[in-house]
């Protein structure tokens, strides 16, 4: 027999902490309430999520592997936008908190979620902050949750 094993979406009793960029803040403030809505949605309580704010989405990985080190939270939701625009500056920023936020959770052992959106325009940056293509905030929230009971599933 086949044992097929998920994280289920529950947050109840458990403690997270977000991680939010505050550039392009009308966008990220977005997301902060998508993530808080999905750990409420799903049993858990606002006293228990704690948002850190930092400058933009480059300092994002550092303050989350610090966090995940803490042994603080159950769980880290990273949030920021990354918009193109026309500033070359884009890819670098892109890439290096994706790989950040990547190599942060896999080196503390710690759910880090990756709610950042890397978008064309601030249009498409909308669409997935509570608009027409939902909310990345809340999708990556719903990830972190998942993967938190799934590992403490998996003993
Ligand atoms: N930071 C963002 O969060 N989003 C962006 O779109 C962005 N752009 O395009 O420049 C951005 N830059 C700032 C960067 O994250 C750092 O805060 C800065 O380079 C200082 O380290």
């Known amino acids: 027999m086949v044992a097929f094993v998920e994280g289920k979406l529950s947050s109840q009793g458990l403690k997270f902490a977000l991680v939010v960029s505050r ?4 966008i990220t403030d977005r997301l902060v309430e998508g993530a808080v809505d999905a750990i409420v949605r799903t049993g858990g309580s606002p006293d228990e ?12 990985p550092l303050v989350a592997k610090k966090l995940a080190e803490s042994g603080d939270y ?4 990273c949030l920021g936008a990354v918009i193109r625009g026309s500033t070359p500056h884009f890819d670098f920023v ?21 709610g950042v959106l890397t978008t064309d325009t601030l249009e498409q940056a909308v669409e997935r902050a509570g608009s027409k293509a939902g909310n990345k905030g809340s999708e990556a929230a719903m990830a972190m949750i998942e993967t938190v009971n799934l590992l403490n599933a998996a003993g």
């Open 74 to 77: 159950d769980g880290i939701c």
């Open 94 to 114: 892109a890439s290096e908190v994706a790989k950040g936020v990547a190599s942060a959770s896999l080196e503390t052992g710690k759910v880090i979620s990756f």
């Open 49 to 60: 999520v704690s948002v850190y704010k930092v400058p933009g989405a480059f300092e994002i």
């Open 23 to 26: 550039f392009n803040s009308f």
